[in-house]
């Protein structure tokens, strides 16, 4: 268990509104058709190796019949393992047996993932499978995040993961990624590569599932329809600091990029998405932009104007900057978020022209980083010798009225920033941003 598990393994968290309790408890008031009350198999579950994929253990899947969806694919598996000539997704190593009814747990609960994101299309769910394990024979994202390499001036602070506790239900974690754009410091350097960010948040996504904990699973997904996916994560956005306007080319592209790679890559391990410190008028058109979306998609997405509202959504284990107990993300130590590895990358006099010149690289410092803390709102307060002196002194846990002073404050430097005339905001800049979300 990792330094950031033990921290929070006992800590509660209540189920966010729009997520059903079953979704972290495995159970679904639902479940009323065959599958559900059929007899169990038992079958073989797989428990994590030192080289990040997994080994055999036990667990149980319900009985099912020749003609059943997921019987289907299980029967194809093989095939698909050897067309691609690689077996590992999600640090979870697949393994086809010659009956399907052997097929291991873990392996049975992945292909059940491609199966829901399909609606039970079996051909659509294989082919998504099978282009998902090429991908990752030719992207190693396993590598990403266990030998890569990040810019610390263009990523650092931008993303973080944290357990906000155990679920025993289904014997997995309750994780949350957080995405804090506001940290962004130039659009071009983080985004214009648009590779390198990819990369990077690949990265990130693979360090989130390791602490999902696949291989501790111990309860089946139920079938499309019949309820919902309990192995699934929550995402929150936070927009503090940040200009709701025309959104930039260069993080267009990469968010595009980002969206395709991880609807086509990563099916089904989203349970909802959390927009904080969004401005109100832009608040009022992401919910004007749920009208539109399909209502799965909808019943993810939650828009909260001031962070501290959160608290109220995912309860006290949230960062106190959120409203919560728990420690802000960035100050270092257990509970405070883990990331990737970061590190700075040096560029010297001796090296910089002549290296690329020479089609070479900038130095990077062996040295690891400490990613910045988040922003915390300043409240201001006046000196009793000048009553119009502003000391800027940060408050650790600001007050509610210090955070709509400072969120309105913000809301106008966003809207119209030095009094520029600027282009109004859009529904259609809305549907981008939320897209953009990735």
């Given at each position: 268990?990792s ?73 194809s ?146 079938d ?11 995402q ?25 790679t ?73 509970g405070?978020?883990?990331t ?69 404050a ?18 259609k ?10």
């Amino acid at each position: 268990m990792s330094g950031t598990e033990a921290a929070t393994a006992g800590s509660a968290m209540s189920v966010p509104r729009d997520i059903p309790a079953s979704a972290l408890t495995g159970h679904s008031t639902s479940d009323t058709g065959p599958e559900a009350t059929a007899p169990v198999e038992t079958v073989q579950q797989e428990s994590l190796q030192d080289d990040g994929t997994v080994a055999k253990g036990n667990a149980v899947w319900p009985e099912l019949s020749a003609e059943h969806p997921l019987r289907k694919l299980q029967a194809s598996l093989g095939l698909i393992l050897e067309k691609t000539g690689h077996d590992e997704i999600w640090g979870v190593k697949l393994s086809a047996a010659a009956d399907a009814a052997q097929t291991p747990f873990i392996t049975t609960l992945v292909l059940q993932k491609f199966l829901r994101a399909n609606a039970n299309d079996v051909e659509k769910a294989a082919e998504q499978l099978k282009a998902t394990l090429q991908w990752r024979k030719d992207f190693q994202p396993l590598k990403a995040v266990n030998e890569g390499s990040y810019d610390a001036h263009k990523f650092g602070g931008l993303g973080y993961v944290t357990v906000a506790g155990r679920n025993d239900a289904t014997g997995t974690n309750i994780v949350v990624t957080w995405n804090i754009y506001g940290a962004v410091k130039n659009n071009k350097e983080t985004f214009g590569d648009v590779d390198e960010f990819i990369r990077w948040r690949v990265a990130l996504m693979e360090l989130s599932i390791r602490h999902l904990d696949l291989t501790a699973a111990k309860v089946p997904i139920p079938d499309y329809g019949q309820g919902p996916d309990p192995y699934q994560m929550i995402q929150v956005h936070d927009y503090l600091s940040v200009r709701f306007l025309r959104m930039d080319s260069v993080v267009k592209s990469a968010s595009q990029k980002a969206i395709s790679t991880f609807q086509r890559y990563y099916p089904e391990l989203l349970s909802c998405k959390f927009f904080v410190n969004v401005p109100v008028v832009m608040g009022w058109l992401f919910a004007a932009m749920k009208l539109f979306a399909a209502k799965e998609t909808a019943r993810k997405l939650t828009v909260l104007t001031y962070g501290e509202q959160l608290v109220g959504e995912l309860g006290d284990s949230v960062p106190s900057t959120y409203g919560g107990k728990g420690k802000n993300l960035g100050d270092g130590g257990e509970g405070a978020g883990e990331t990737v590895k970061l590190v700075r990358v040096e560029v010297t006099a001796d090296n910089d022209d002549a290296a690329a010149d020479a089609g070479g690289t900038p130095k990077i410092s062996a040295v690891g980083y400490a990613a910045p803390k988040l922003p915390v709102p300043v409240k201001e307060a006046k000196t009793e010798a000048n009553p119009g002196d502003v000391t800027g002194v940060p408050t650790p846990t600001p007050t509610h009225e210090a955070r709509i002073e400072a969120q309105a404050a913000d809301d106008k430097e966003r809207s119209d920033p030095a009094g520029a005339e600027q282009p109004k905001a859009t529904i259609k800049d809305a549907v981008e941003h939320m897209k953009a979300s990735s």
